[in-house]
């Protein structure tokens, strides 16, 4: 059984999953990377003194991920959301997903706005299993200096090097 905790202050584990979270999202842009734990920390408590609602969900005791939310002007974005590797494909971030759900119906919103990384495909597919499917936002900028795109994304009609 998955229970949800809100987080009112930093612990190491915590900081740990941040700092996984981070090195995933470079992993999707061929970066290699080790978690930096002091960042994942950083990272945190910025997110809890700026009022960001953050929530972990514990299995037996065990941190198995978070959601952090941003509520701006009573919409909710999800500005990240992580399930550590052994814990994934058993609900917990169904229960996470339904946390920032639940503060979006709180102020009388029926959606949550979700930042996706393109190559994030598990995340996806969860969210169009969750009814999530419409895309109005893509972030454009030039490739990083020695950067080397190696795939295409198509929206709508244009087509965009990745």
């Known amino acids: 059984m998955v229970e949800i905790l ?8 915590l900081a740990e999953m941040a700092a996984l979270f981070r090195a995933e999202l470079r992993s999707y ?12 920390r950083e990272e945190m408590e910025e997110y809890l003194s700026a009022r960001f609602p953050v929530f972990a969900a514990l299995v037996d005791d065990e941190y198995a991920g978070y959601v952090v939310c941003r509520v701006d002007s009573e ?4 500005e990240s959301i992580f399930v550590k590797e052994e814990y994934r494909r058993q ?5 996470l997903h339904s946390k920032a759900e639940e503060i979006a119906a709180s102020y009388g919103e029926d959606t949550v ?5 393109p190559n994030n495909h598990r995340m996806i597919e969860f969210l169009r299993k969750r009814g999530y499917t ?3 936002l893509i972030e454009i ?5 020695g950067e080397t795109l190696t795939q295409k994304i198509t929206v709508g009609e244009h087509e965009f090097d990745y």
């Open 6 to 13: 809100k987080i009112k202050q930093v612990n190491d584990a």
């Open 29 to 40: 842009k061929g970066i290699v990377s080790k978690p930096n734990i002091e960042a994942g």
């Open 75 to 78: 919409v909710v974005w999800v």
């Open 91 to 95: 609900g917990v971030a169904a229960v």
């Open 113 to 117: 706005y979700n930042y996706v990384h």
């Open 134 to 136: 419409v895309l109005n």
């Open 141 to 145: 900028r030039k490739p990083y200096q």
